[in-house]
């Protein structure tokens, strides 16, 4: 089955060390993001790619990176810079032409 | 920049009422898509429907049903005859056409929908 995978499903790491959230899509998507979501705040944007070894800042990239070596994967790191990473992170893909969107199951990160 | 307003933020009914869920919604753009999806516990997104800005027949899907009014910027969203099975947290979103920065989804807050037995 096409979907999308994100793992591990959940992550515990200690304040100040740099972690890597996987995504991975097996549905020839063009585009991927990621998004963060907070109680009460909705889904925010972190990073976007449209194309293999292209991104863009979305509305709360700071203290995060991602790259997009394969078109079927694209792994975020929060890094130490992130002031509160603990969160529930979101990957999501859309085929260019068609503006339907596809979600993994999503990693949910606690800093302590 | 497109914005997503859902006002109510939690929302309890007893079972088998009716109840809606508002969303407003701005963008600049004449073409936009609009969403409806359900979070339930587990936290993954489930995609209810999507509607694009030439399309405002409204629609019907066993208990949902939607209407968009592009004259008042609203996609709501009704259930009817709710569920114990339809507490969860309710996203509506928004996404411009074309590619680059418009193609992101702009999510609302979301609504947190209780249905009491």
């Known amino acids: 089955d096409g979907g999308i995978t994100q793992s591990p499903k959940y992550l515990f790491r200690k304040e100040g060390q740099n972690v890597t959230l996987s995504c991975e899509q097996n549905l020839n998507h063009d585009a991927m993001y990621w998004y963060r979501q907070d109680p009460g705040q909705g889904l925010r944007l972190i990073y976007y790619s449209q194309i293999v070894n292209d991104f863009q800042k979305g509305d709360i990239a700071e203290g995060y990176s991602v790259s997009r070596e394969k078109k079927e994967s694209f792994p975020l790191t929060v890094t130490s810079a992130q002031k509160n990473p603990t969160a529930f992170y979101l990957c999501?893909?859309?085929?260019?032409?068609?503006?339907?969107?596809?979600f993994g199951s999503g990693t949910r990160l606690t800093v302590v | 920049a497109q914005k997503v307003t859902q006002a109510q933020t939690e929302i309890s009914v007893v079972e088998k009422e009716d109840v809606t869920l508002d969303c407003v919604y701005e963008t600049r753009d004449t073409t936009y898509y609009l969403f409806w999806y359900k979070q339930p516990p587990s936290g993954e997104l489930v995609f209810l429907i999507r509607r694009n800005s030439f399309d405002e027949q409204n629609e019907i899907s066993g208990r949902y049903s939607w209407n968009f009014q592009k004259s008042t910027s609203s996609f709501n969203f009704t259930i009817t005859a709710s569920q114990v099975v339809d507490s969860a947290v309710y996203f509506c979103?928004?996404?411009?056409?074309?590619?680059?920065?418009?193609?992101?989804?702009?999510f609302g807050k979301g609504i947190t929908l209780s249905v009491r037995p």
């Open positions: 999501a893909s859309r085929w260019d032409s068609n503006y339907g969107y596809t």
């Open positions: 979103a928004l996404s411009e056409a074309g590619t680059g920065a418009n193609s992101k989804l702009t």
